[in-house]
């Protein structure tokens, strides 16, 4: 990632915009998670998109999922996100959004990265490309939008201590703002968008233990909350200290929608736990719809299915109401409704959820021969399960009495993953040795 290869990306998405519209100036977003390298791409975003007749109005350092509410709220046509999400510091990274405030669908992503590899962009003279904008209302407006599709003042009533960890990224205004807009006392670590994070920044068990001690070292608290660099994970502490796992905020997230919702179709990708299944089964009706991994896939399931919330099990939890991105902002204000509507602590709740133990494991494709043995080894798994309920919408997902087990190959790395959930840590581990025997990876 250079500076240049930014610009590059911009103008192939800007040329992809232009292609799409009868606008001659059509309005593109961009916005950045803070990282310290972030405002040299945001420049070269910026010209890339102005380069192809785009006018381009800055968001600032905000949120992904910000962004996204963004171009709904002013009718632009797409968006630049400047993020490389929950990677170290040393990462940056390009993420495109479409006029639905979505990552682009395949196709259309597949066109942009041609337009990129090979150079094709559609510029117009510099007289003729129009001056940049800025808007700084993005917190605002999505904390506002997120209040409108909950039950605030029942949230308000309860009047929680939520301890906050933003990582020194882009999610801590909208988080405080949401926290306390909900009349919580809150305890802000990793506060000020300096783009230097205290410690690895994505939000898993063992880059929490400072967030923990503060749950745990403070009286009366509710919860504490932990977000990625561009605010669209959120990892949960409970009361007591605990951290519970990211799988579980998509499940406390869709018990919420039930609770108030019904029985509703949610969506989620092939990878995450089947508690949301379980779940879902307690509310009749409900169905869960299974998408290949990434985000974009998880809308189209959503969108097809009719669903008001899906997401993945790394923490990402999207809500049809607020917009097609993960959203660590949503989720905490679902999550802080399911508490004050319950009126049990958070550990309580989380003991009363299926329990299951999964295994992730993942193989460099270099030590099996490459991208050529992928597909044999597909082929192989879903002979082994010929079976079973198979499920091969993103490499092959074997549904058993036992547990599930989900073999793919990673969309961002070079590698192969192998995922399965069980009752216990012994048979998900027995599962995952079983899938390496069958596909030929052990």
């Not at 940056?92 to 959004?97: R, T």
């Not at 994070?197 to 068990?205: D, L």
């Not at 509310?283 to 974009?296: H, N, Q």
């Amino acid at each position: 990632m250079t500076p240049e290869v930014a610009g590059a990306i911009a103008s192939a998405f800007g040329t992809e915009i232009q292609a799409g519209t009868t606008d001659d100036t059509p309005t593109m977003l961009i916005g950045s998670d803070g990282r310290s390298s972030g405002p040299q791409f945001v420049e070269a975003a910026r010209k890339g998109l102005a380069a192809t007749g785009c006018r381009v109005i800055d968001l600032g350092i905000v949120t992904t999922p910000t962004v996204g509410v963004m171009i709904r709220a002013l009718d632009a046509a797409g968006a630049v996100v400047v993020t490389a999400s929950h990677n170290p510091i040393e990462w940056n990274g390009i993420k495109c959004l479409d006029r639905n405030g979505l990552a682009p669908p395949p196709e259309d992503a597949g066109r942009i990265i041609t337009r990129f590899k090979e150079r094709r962009f559609e510029l117009v003279p510099e007289d003729r490309r129009p001056e940049p904008g800025m808007d700084s209302t993005g917190t605002r407006v999505h904390v506002d939008r997120t209040l409108s599709t909950i039950d605030a003042e029942l949230i308000r009533k309860a009047a929680f201590t939520v301890v906050l960890d933003s990582v020194n990224a882009s999610g801590g205004p909208a988080g405080r703002l949401l926290l306390e807009e909900l009349g919580c006392t809150v305890i802000h670590l990793n506060a000020e968008q300096t783009g230097v994070f205290t410690h690895a920044p994505e939000p898993t068990r063992e880059n929490l233990r400072d967030l923990a001690d503060h749950v745990r070292g403070t009286s009366g608290v509710a919860c504490g909350f932990a977000q990625d660099p561009d605010a669209d994970r959120l990892a949960i502490i409970d009361g007591d200290g605990n951290y519970i796992g990211e799988e579980y905020t998509l499940a406390l997230a869709a018990l919420r929608i039930l609770q108030v919702r019904g029985g509703v179709p949610l969506a989620a990708n092939l990878s995450t736990s089947r508690m949301i299944d379980d779940i879902a089964a307690r509310f009749e009706g409900a169905t869960v719809a299974r998408t290949a991994v990434g985000e974009a896939n998880v809308v189209a399931g959503m969108r097809a299915s009719g669903a008001p919330l899906g997401g993945e099990g790394n923490g990402g939890v999207i809500v049809e109401a607020v917009g097609w991105v993960r959203d660590s902002i949503a989720a905490m204000g679902l999550v802080l409704e399911l508490l004050a509507s319950e009126g049990r602590s958070l550990a309580e709740i989380v003991d009363e959820l299926p329990r299951y133990a999964m295994v992730k494991r993942k193989l460099d494709l270099s030590s099996i021969g490459g991208r050529d043995a992928i597909q044999p080894a597909l082929d192989r798994m879903r002979e082994h399960y010929a079976n079973e309920r198979i499920n091969d919408a993103d490499g092959v997902r074997v549904d058993l009495e036992e547990g599930w087990v989900h073999l793919r190959a990673s969309n961002t790395e070079p590698i192969i993953r192998v995922i399965s959930e069980s009752s216990t840590s012994e048979a998900a581990e027995q599962l995952a040795d079983q899938v390496a025997e069958a596909s030929g990876l052990s």
